[in-house]
């Protein structure tokens, strides 16, 4: 069983710069691939970007592709989203998730197996 916990979100103008974190318990962190994705009301929960297991891979959604960098900490059992340039259309709850088959790349929220309790982000114009 793995907790994450987010942190890290907030009101920021447009332009703007936030860092996300997740924390992750639990000894098996290195050996999950992690995940950031966003949710607004009555829309489903979009992929933002993913970082395998061992940190040497990354992939992002297009919508925020050269803006958003994901990164891991696997002493500190942590995740990061960096988000720079952000924009209204940034605003959402952003949420970590953990893959137990890191083994293969997926956007698809199903194919995640645990979950943050999410963190705002509200990006002003």
């Known amino acids: 069983q793995v907790q994450l916990v987010e942190s890290g979100g907030g009101l920021v103008q447009a332009g703007g710069s936030l860092r996300l974190s997740c924390a992750a318990s639990?000894?098996?962190?290195?050996?999950?691939?992690m995940a950031w994705f966003r949710q607004t009301p009555g829309k489903e929960r979009d992929f933002v970007a993913r970082i395998s297991a061992s940190g040497s891979m990354t992939y992002y959604a297009e919508t925020v592709k050269g803006r958003f960098t994901i990164s891991r900490d696997n002493a500190k059992n942590t995740v990061y989203l960096q988000m720079n340039s952000l924009k209204p259309e940034d605003t959402a709850i952003y949420y970590c998730?953990?893959?137990?088959?890191?083994?293969?790349?997926?956007?698809?929220?199903?194919?995640?197996?645990?979950w943050g309790q999410g963190t705002q982000v509200t990006v002003s114009s």
């Open positions: 639990g000894r098996t962190f290195s050996s999950y691939a």
């Open positions: 998730a953990a893959q137990r088959s890191a083994y293969y790349y997926t956007t698809r929220s199903d194919d995640y197996d645990y």
